[in-house]
């Protein structure tokens, strides 16, 4: 990973090795990703219908990115592989090509991305659960009640909060069934666990390039292309037409139908760089490799005094990606996450997690409370937030890097934080009151 070994300063003044435990939100780059990426630019042009012979190279790189993501997730001979810049891209344009009115399954616990683009349409939420089981059942249980039935069922992968790999073989079963196809949220799933689209049943599949190691703005949806020969693209513009009037337009077929302008062609060679790579490592050795990681994690955090990890399903009955989100008695998520990252070199992530309705249910936030912070916030006032902070783990992470979190905590916990910090209310952030740091000199950030 390019970047593992960056030293950073910290308030004694002494430089440590930067901990790198935010991979849930950006993962680093892959060193043979930038080696696809530096090999590739020289070559850069733009792609399709162009007659130079750097055109053609580059469309050769581009339609190959598409053929290698289609099979890291097992895809199925015609499903189409749609280049975005993300899955929050890839999920809004899936939205947006179904019709109006299309009756969608999701849940409470879902990353706002597979929550708010589906209210365009007429969504039901399926409750909060304490097991995959208990998941299962209120889904078919849904799908059995709904009149007319539902269209599609909308879950994430792996929960980008706890960290639970949700069932979705047995969830796409449930979906076929009742008449449903399954589209699942991979953006947490994709960097750690195996995916087969095909074997599972899976009908669309959303992810990232950032987190898969090629954090370059660009992403896919990969699903069936029959649904999609006939939908309303997300984006209006050339590329995504085969003719237009002064009033009409014949659209294109899928995947230009949905590539309208010029495309990120860089960021789609890195996406295809680091899902060759990922298939030649191994996705189930992958996987082998970070459960170990990740037990050590949960091992140590359950050590800490006053720490309480958030969960929906117990550890004991589910698979879990390495993600860990906790709170420490005496401490707010963002003095937390200020004091790791001063004092002690280790980056983690606070806040909700952009999954609002699922952390205020594991924080036990009464909707009262909720209801105050929105008007709060509607009136333009600036309210501390509820939320935990997260540790999330990635191919670049290693034993001394969870060590190093499990015995900052313990400091903390035990002894407090060896500076003062002072509560930023504009941004509900905590700043050193006394900083010695100085940045690295990285171009545009003076400006």
Same mark, same amino acid.
């Given at each position: 990973?390019?970047?593992?070994?960056?030293?950073?300063?910290?308030?004694?003044?002494?430089?440590?090795?930067?901990? %790198?435990?935010? %991979?849930?939100?950006?993962?680093?780059?892959?060193?043979?990703?930038?080696?696809?990426?530096?090999?590739?630019?020289?070559?850069?042009?733009?792609?399709?219908?162009?007659?130079?012979?750097?055109?053609?190279?580059?469309?050769?790189?581009?339609?190959?990115?598409?053929?290698?993501?289609?099979?890291?997730?097992?895809?199925? =001979?015609?499903? =189409? $592989?749609?280049?975005?810049? /993300?899955?929050?891209?890839?999920? /809004?344009?899936?939205?947006?090509?179904?019709?109006?009115?299309?009756?969608?399954?999701?849940? !409470?616990?879902?990353?706002?991305? %597979?929550?708010?683009?589906?209210?365009?349409?007429?969504?039901?939420?399926?409750?909060?659960?304490?097991? #995959?089981?208990?998941?299962?059942?209120?889904?078919?249980?849904?799908?059995?009640?709904?009149?007319?039935?539902?269209?599609?069922?909308?879950?994430?992968?792996?929960? %980008?909060?706890?960290?639970?790999?949700?069932? $979705?073989?047995?969830?796409?079963?449930?979906?076929?069934?009742?008449?449903?196809?399954? &589209?699942?949220?991979?953006?947490?799933?994709?960097?750690?666990?195996?995916?087969?689209?095909?074997?599972?049943?899976?009908?669309?599949?959303?992810?990232?390039?950032?987190? &898969?190691? !090629?954090?370059?703005?660009?992403?896919?949806? $990969?699903?069936?292309? =029959?649904?999609?020969?006939?939908?309303?693209?997300? &984006?209006?513009?050339?590329?995504?037409?085969?003719?237009?009037?002064?009033?009409?337009?014949?659209?294109?077929?899928?995947?230009?139908?949905?590539?309208?302008?010029?495309? /990120?062609?860089?960021?789609?060679?890195?996406?295809?760089?680091?899902?060759?790579?990922?298939?030649?490592?191994?996705?189930?050795?992958?996987?082998?490799?970070?459960?170990?990681?990740?037990?050590?994690?949960?091992?140590?955090?359950?050590?800490? #005094?006053? &720490?309480?990890?958030?969960? +929906?399903? #117990?550890?004991?009955?589910?698979?879990?990606?390495? $993600?860990?989100?906790?709170?420490?008695?005496?401490?707010?998520?963002?003095?937390?996450?200020?004091?790791?990252?001063?004092?002690?070199?280790?980056?983690?992530?606070?806040?909700?997690?952009?999954?609002?309705?699922?952390?205020?249910?594991? +924080?036990?936030?009464?909707?009262?409370?909720?209801?105050?912070?929105?008007?709060?916030?509607?009136?333009?006032?600036?309210?501390?937030?509820?939320?935990?902070?997260?540790?999330?783990?990635?191919?670049?992470?290693?034993?001394?890097?969870?060590?190093?979190?499990?015995?900052?905590?313990?400091?903390?916990?035990?002894?407090? #934080?060896?500076?003062?910090? !002072?509560?930023?209310?504009?941004?509900?952030?905590?700043?050193?009151?006394?900083?010695?740091?100085?940045?690295?000199?990285?171009?545009?950030?003076?400006?």
């Amino acid at each position: 990973m390019l970047g593992a070994d960056t030293d950073v300063p910290c308030l004694d003044g002494r430089m440590r090795r930067y901990v %790198n435990l935010d %991979n849930a939100a950006s993962t680093p780059v892959m060193a043979e990703v930038w080696d696809a990426v530096e090999a590739f630019v020289p070559w850069y042009s733009a792609v399709h219908r162009g007659s130079g012979l750097k055109s053609q190279v580059a469309t050769a790189a581009f339609e190959g990115a598409r053929e290698v993501v289609g099979r890291f997730v097992g895809s199925r =001979a015609g499903d =189409a $592989v749609l280049f975005v810049r /993300n899955t929050t891209e890839a999920i /809004n344009l899936l939205s947006a090509a179904l019709p109006p009115g299309t009756r969608v399954l999701s849940s !409470a616990a879902e990353h706002h991305a %597979n929550m708010l683009p589906w209210r365009r349409h007429q969504v039901q939420l399926l409750p909060f659960t304490r097991s #995959p089981e208990e998941l299962c059942t209120a889904c078919e249980r849904a799908l059995g009640a709904a009149r007319p039935r539902i269209d599609l069922v909308a879950v994430t992968g792996a929960s %980008n909060v706890t960290g639970e790999v949700w069932p $979705v073989g047995e969830l796409a079963g449930l979906a076929h069934r009742y008449g449903a196809e399954l &589209l699942v949220d991979a953006a947490q799933l994709a960097p750690h666990r195996p995916i087969d689209m095909a074997g599972a049943g899976i009908d669309y599949l959303a992810l990232s390039g950032h987190k &898969l190691y !090629a954090p370059f703005g660009a992403g896919a949806l $990969v699903g069936r292309s =029959a649904r999609l020969r006939d939908g309303e693209p997300l &984006l209006h513009g050339g590329g995504a037409i085969k003719l237009v009037t002064l009033e009409d337009v014949v659209w294109a077929d899928a995947p230009d139908r949905y590539e309208a302008g010029s495309p /990120n062609v860089v960021g789609v060679v890195a996406l295809g760089a680091a899902c060759r790579r990922l298939l030649e490592l191994g996705m189930d050795a992958i996987a082998e490799h970070e459960r170990r990681l990740s037990g050590r994690l949960w091992h140590g955090l359950r050590s800490t #005094p006053g &720490l309480r990890r958030l969960t +929906l399903w #117990p550890e004991a009955v589910v698979d879990r990606v390495g $993600v860990a989100t906790f709170t420490l008695d005496g401490y707010r998520h963002p003095l937390l996450a200020a004091i790791l990252s001063a004092e002690h070199a280790i980056g983690v992530r606070h806040g909700c997690f952009c999954a609002h309705p699922l952390v205020t249910r594991m +924080l036990g936030v009464p909707d009262a409370e909720a209801d105050r912070l929105r008007d709060e916030l509607r009136a333009g006032r600036s309210p501390a937030l509820p939320g935990a902070v997260r540790a999330s783990i990635g191919l670049g992470t290693t034993p001394a890097d969870i060590d190093r979190l499990i015995d900052a905590l313990g400091e903390i916990a035990r002894s407090g #934080p060896r500076s003062r910090y !002072a509560h930023v209310a504009e941004f509900d952030e905590y700043q050193p009151v006394k900083d010695p740091r100085v940045w690295p000199d990285v171009p545009l950030a003076g400006d």
